[in-house]
Nanobody, 115 residues
Framework: QVQLVESGGGLVQPGGSLRLSCEAS????????MGWYRQAPGKQRELVAG???????NYANSVKGRFTISRDTAKNTVYLQMNSLQPEDTAVYYC?????????WGQGTQVTVSS
C-alpha cells in the first residue's frame, strides 16, 4: 500500500509562491489518481488539483491559472506549484492517492499566506 509524505509548506507573503511535494513509497503513483486537497479552519476539506493515472489534470476554479499539479514518476513524487498566493489560500494541504475505493492521505502540510 502506498504511503504519502508531504513537504514544502510554510509562511509566504501575498503574491508569493510555494511548491509542495508529495513523496510516495510502497507503490507506483502512476497506478493512482493523485490529488491535493486543502482544509482551512472551520471549513470542509476541498479538492484543489488532481492528476489522473493517465496524466489528465483538473483544478478548482479558485486556483485555475495560479496552481499547477505535476508528477515525476521516476521520483514517485507529485508536486503542487502555487503562484500568486493569497490569504484565502491559507490552509493545511493534504496529498491524496485514490485507486478504486481505496483512498490514502498524507499527514498534511501547513501553508500560511500573510504579510
Amino acid at each position: 500500500q502506498v504511503q504519502l509524505v508531504e513537504s514544502g509548506g510554510g509562511l509566504v507573503q501575498p503574491g508569493g509562491s510555494l511548491r509542495l511535494s508529495c513523496e510516495a513509497s510502497g507503490r507506483d503513483i502512476s497506478l493512482y489518481a493523485m490529488g491535493w486537497y486543502r482544509q482551512a479552519p472551520g471549513k470542509q476539506r476541498e479538492l484543489v488539483a488532481g492528476i489522473s493515472s493517465g496524466g489528465s489534470t483538473n483544478y478548482a476554479n479558485s486556483v485555475k491559472g495560479r496552481f499547477t499539479i505535476s508528477r515525476d514518476t521516476a521520483k514517485n513524487t507529485v508536486y503542487l506549484q502555487m503562484n500568486s498566493l493569497q490569504p484565502e489560500d491559507t490552509a493545511v494541504y493534504y496529498c491524496n492517492a485514490q485507486r478504486f475505493i481505496l483512498a490514502i492521505w498524507g499527514q498534511g502540510t501547513q501553508v500560511t499566506v500573510s504579510s
